[in-house]
């Protein structure tokens, strides 16, 4: 029997389809139409799924939506009552939305699948779980865990911004929910907007920021004061109250009203692409503070109330890895699982599954104590050598094809250990926000102008942000202070001790600038600027071709760790074809592509058309 799940018309469109309880195929919208973000019904993505598991229209069973839109429609009806007259333009934007496309889904949900084949509708079932036990499902049924807490946080779902679930065995019982306008994810997308950064996307650059704040400084600890003082309260629970007349997102096409902010905090909101003050910074070290403050309080408050020894994560606030990594040090679970696709897109997931176990009461078939369900979220296209030789000839390109896979990885790592920047297209693309070394942008740790470089020549993007290393799983204890595995580059932890290099004098009350430029470990191109790093830690039984290339590395130069970061410029979404992997390096810096057992380098190539390049094609992030 075979579920589709589907997430689409907000942003991050995806789909995914199930075997019972095997997760076949998911996919992001955004990868196939290279739109970022797409809110689009996921045509694309469905058609896709359906190929890798040999299915059409007609043999699926029953379709997920990843919410019920009845249910938000009645909550946005009820906001813009509650806040008359001041959402009236609002309203009126988003009420023709409703009526053309969400308001009547079905028919939607049914004109797309008509595209893609030809079935009978009376036949499916249609099923609309609630969003956040879309998330909570996500996360709960691929772990390894008979018992959990389940902690969803992200914007708003229907009422929900917050949940804290039981699953036991296959249910899963909402035990607190933290409802409308009262939201700590956009309570963070407040100071994402309010700090020049784009709404739903510059959440990241937000938390790379706030380590650049100067830490217990007068100024970080009075913002911080103001926050929980003026703007918000916070309970013992972990639940908050947002004092409405400081935001404006319930009603209104921004996220604050600019003029109370100023006045508030003593500082206009930064304009996008704007130079990044110290004050900047100190801003995103204190509303990440004090998210992190929250998320714990929440996570406590999970444990109490439900007993339980391990804890589920999911919401686009899970993909906050600094507040994971205060809930693995804070040790308050045995065991944490978080949810690699775990903003929107991994709704579409937790539908089908929600589907699976609650609507049609299936039990689980538990994976390993040591596994999941994701298979390393390795669950999107890939692509053969045939695909890959069109591209060349489309494109007069010149490669070398390397059969022998223990010389590609030799050379390859050889030409990394070089300084040399590779891109590293792989297998089945990754499902989710974080490239996991198949659709990733390889380069040498111990060069300390790589993060730079990859910043300003190859991603085109600000020069603050870290980059992520990759390590080899049996090696992770050695490089950082990080106690379990992280295969889904999910959480941050310090370099350990051994690692880090004694920095100069007054280095913690440095400003931004002058922070970036001193060298901080022996692995300075992935240790950003308060000694952490985003940890991917790399299974040989997950992903073998990328695991051995970390491990040549490994022998040549004595670190078996590598900087990944995911294959695409600033603005678009991450490559999913040979032919996007191929425009990209060509558009950029890199010196060398790898597309499966083809080399291609840079110095080979034809000379590259402008009308090619895609650094203009995509909208900065």
């Not at 686009?316 to 944490?336: S, T």
């Amino acid at each position: 029997m075979y579920i589709l799940g589907i997430s689409a018309y907000y942003h991050d469109s995806a789909a995914v389809i199930i075997k019972g309880d095997e997760v076949i195929a998911a996919a992001q919208e955004e990868r196939f139409t290279r739109k970022k973000q797409d809110p689009s019904f996921p045509e694309n993505a469905i058609a896709y799924c359906m190929k890798e598991a040999g299915c059409q229209v007609e043999d699926i069973s029953y379709i997920a939506f990843y919410d019920k839109p009845f249910l938000k429609f009645e909550r946005l009806l009820e906001t813009y009552y509650v806040f008359s007259p001041k959402g009236v333009l609002s309203f009126i934007k988003s009420i023709p939305i409703w009526i053309k496309e969400k308001f009547f889904l079905k028919r939607e949900i049914k004109k797309g699948l008509l595209k893609i084949g030809a079935f009978d509708f009376k036949k499916v079932k249609l099923l609309f779980p609630e969003h956040h036990l879309s998330h909570a499902a996500s996360a709960f049924y691929p772990s390894s865990f008979h018992n959990a807490a389940i902690v969803t946080l992200d914007g708003v779902g229907e009422w929900a911004t917050s949940t804290i679930c039981h699953g036991v065995d296959h249910k899963i019982t909402i035990k607190k929910q933290l409802d409308f306008p009262h939201s700590i994810g956009l309570l963070y997308s407040a100071f994402t907007y309010y700090l020049g950064f784009k709404v739903n996307s510059g959440e990241y650059k937000l938390m790379g920021l706030a380590p650049y704040g100067i830490k217990d400084s007068h100024e970080v600890n009075e913002f911080k004061t103001k926050i929980k003082n003026k703007l918000i309260r916070i309970k013992a629970d972990g639940s908050i109250w947002m004092d409405q007349q400081f935001f404006s997102f319930a009603y209104g096409d921004r996220m604050v009203p600019d003029k109370k902010w100023n006045k508030l905090f003593g500082i206009p909101r930064r304009l996008s692409e704007s130079k990044i003050e110290q004050i900047h910074c100190n801003m995103a070290l204190a509303i990440q503070e004090v998210t992190e403050e929250i998320v714990l309080n929440i996570v406590q408050h999970a444990k109490d109330i439900t007993g339980s020894d391990s804890l589920c994560l999911a919401g686009g606030v899970a993909l906050n890895c600094v507040a994971n990594g205060k809930i693995i040090a804070a040790n308050i679970f045995k065991n944490v699982y978080i949810q690699p696709a775990a903003g929107d897109a991994g709704g579409a997931l937790g539908a089908a599954l929600a589907a699976y176990h609650i609507f049609l009461n299936q039990e689980r078939k538990m994976s390993g104590p040591e596994s999941d369900k994701m298979k390393g979220s390795y669950l999107g296209p890939r692509f053969s050598d045939l695909d890959i030789e069109y591209v060349a000839k489309k494109y007069k390109s010149v490669y070398h094809k390397e059969n022998n896979r223990v010389d590609l990885y030799d050379s390859v790592a050889l030409s990394l250990s070089q300084g040399k920047i590779v891109g590293w297209f792989q297998g089945r693309m990754e499902f989710g926000p974080r490239a996991l070394g198949n659709r990733s942008i390889l380069g040498d740790p111990r060069s300390p102008e790589m993060q730079l470089k990859l910043n300003l020549k190859i991603k085109y993007r600000e020069s603050f942000r870290p980059f992520a290393p990759s390590v080899l799983a049996s090696e992770r204890s050695t490089y950082f202070d990080l106690p379990v595995a992280s295969p889904y580059m999910l959480l941050v932890s310090p370099l350990a001790s051994s690692q880090m290099k004694t920095l100069p004098e007054g280095y913690h009350s440095f400003e931004m600038k002058k922070k970036l430029y001193v060298e901080r470990s022996s692995l300075p191109a992935i240790t950003h600027v308060d000694h952490s790093a985003r940890v991917q830690s790399v299974h040989k039984e997950t992903n073998e071709p990328y695991y051995n290339l970390i491990n040549a590395f490994g022998k040549i130069t004595g670190i078996p760790i590598l900087v990944n970061t995911s294959f695409n410029v600033r603005g678009e979404p991450i490559v999913c074809t040979p032919e996007d992997a191929f425009k990209c390096f060509m558009s950029t810096e890199m010196d060398i592509l790898v597309l499966e057992n083809f080399v291609f380098y840079k110095e080979e190539q034809p000379t590259w058309s402008k009308e090619n390049d895609i650094k203009t094609t995509f909208a900065l992030d």
